[in-house]
């Protein structure tokens, strides 16, 4: 039975994409036309009972951990919902945190089950362990998937920690990325471009934090970024300087007096 649920699962955000495809343009529309999928999924009936009635039978003859297996090995995209709730209740963050950290399990699936986490994104201890993936895994896939979640957890939470964390161990870059795209409403005298300044001039990856700023979107880093290419120019390799044009030019500011704009299109 767990093999057709699950097959109706993919089966549910397949009939979503091929309605969206040509509508497909960002990573917001992508993420949108899944969970679309997945909310249809948990609307249907399976075998005349609803999808959470099913799971449950599924776990009180095989158990969580049987069903979960299959699962990842099934569903094309994440979980289902009705799973994750009952992954929550069942297995809590520590259950699911050491199926995460077994290194010999596919990459995919440990980025599926840290998507899971969303529903616990309250708690500290999933901030806490999702701040720790992003700054000591080699995997871009799980930094990427730990980032997702954090991105869409309790801003000031987040916020926070990622603070404290810089204040204990200095800047991490991924990290910084986030603090910047986080909804920041609740700040009031705080001011991210003084840290992302200070990291610029430290950083070796120079194009990165240009690209973080671009990402702030405040334009005194325009003035910023033009008065550091007037200073060192003839230190800059070209690339460098592109990648720095790049974000000046996404903030709209001027550029071709540091490089042609044709050379943006090689």
Known sequence: M???IFEQYNEFIQKEFEKNVDYIRTKEDYEATINKGRRDFEESLFEGHTIKEALIKSIDNYGIDDLLDQALVICDMYLPYSLIELMHKLLDFKGISQKIDQKGMPEADRATLINSFLGM???EEVIDYLIN???TEESDLLKEEAINVLF???GQ???DKINAFFEANGINDDLLGLLVKLDKSFLKDKDLLILLKERFLTTEDKAL???IMA??????????????LNKNKFKLSQSEIVDICSAISRMGGKTDDFIKPQNFMN
């Open 2 to 4: 767990n093999e057709k």
């Open 121 to 123: 994104h309250e708690k």
């Open 133 to 135: 993936i992003v700054v």
């Open 152 to 154: 869409k957890t309790n």
């Open 157 to 159: 939470v987040v916020y």
């Open 209 to 211: 934090l240009a690209e």
């Open 215 to 228: 990402d702030l979107n405040d334009g005194r880093a325009v003035t910023f970024l033009r008065g550091y």
